[in-house]
């Protein structure tokens, strides 16, 4: 591997949206290249078709990390474990997949093959069999993952008590760093592990409008995210060389482009508002450039 490759650590957003079905922002997911170490973080709808936008097999990821199991951030597991499994471009997988994630993650990795096990029969005659299996592991807050200077670090977070157990994620890797927030309201435990981070990933809901005046609907979204002024304050304090908003969650008449106006109450710092595709690349710069920009 020559020395560029192993310089190169990369969070490409291949999802910036949340439950609502739209075409321009697929399901939270998150990919983060990491010198010969490539992981996905949440499978939420769509995260094939952007693996595949990349040009990146399936066959090339190292392991995927489940923030939570609210089904926005998952639903798109089976397409990348399955799909990735054939042995087209955009699939060649061999080797079985490693995930990580909270309480419930073995078994639903333990039930998936049996809901599936028509097809692993029958494709199994076609595809190493070794290349469709799962092995999964439970995370609590700590290192998960420590391997060819990769370092990932789960951390506990809070989106909507203990009902609901839910991880952000900090990569380190070449004395640089990025944290993935997962969904979460404001929470202490999130600053803490984010401090110093070069590039900071950031759940963000906002309301405008009919939205913002019901009283229950923010009660119930205070309670479970990130509102842009609060995130103002997360930023302010950990103070990343950059911030990202992802999953956007939307509700009223409140749009993308009025969440950085909405932060600046509380942040004066770099940030940009996610979009599917977005990468980033971390060094001694951290900058954000749009799919199909030039380096
Ligand atoms: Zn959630």
Known sequence: MAQSDLDLFRVTLLGTGAPPPVINRFGPSTLVEAGREKFIFDAGRGAMQRLHQLGI?????????????????????????????????????????????PDGTKQMMEH?????????????????????????????????????????TAFEVDHGGEDLPAFGYRIN???????????TTFNE???????????????????????????????????NHTTPDQAGIVFSRTRPKLAIYNHLLLFGSAKADDLIPMTRKSYAGPLEVGEDLMRVDIGDEVVARRFGSPE
Do not use: C
């Open 189 to 223: 435990n999130l600053i803490r592990h984010a401090t110093g981070a070069d590039l900071l990933v950031h759940e963000v809901t906002a309301a405008t409008g009919a939205a913002a005046e019901s009283k229950e609907q923010l009660k119930r979204i205070g309670s």
């Open 112 to 152: 998936l093959p049996k809901a599936f096990h028509v097809d692993i029969r029958v494709r199994s005659r076609n595809y190493p069999p070794e290349g469709v299996k799962l092995e999964a592991d439970g995370v609590n807050e700590g290192m998960v993952y420590d391997r060819n200077g990769v370092r990932v």
């Open 57 to 101: 097999p399936f066959a090339d990821i190292t392991g995927l990390f489940l923030t939570h199991h609210h089904s926005d951030h998952v639903v798109g597991f089976v397409d990348l474990w399955l799909t990735g499994w054939i042995g087209r471009p955009w699939g060649m997988r061999k080797t079985p997949l490693r995930v990580w994630g």
């Open 173 to 183: 890797y070449h004395g640089h760093s990025a944290v993935l927030s997962g969904d």
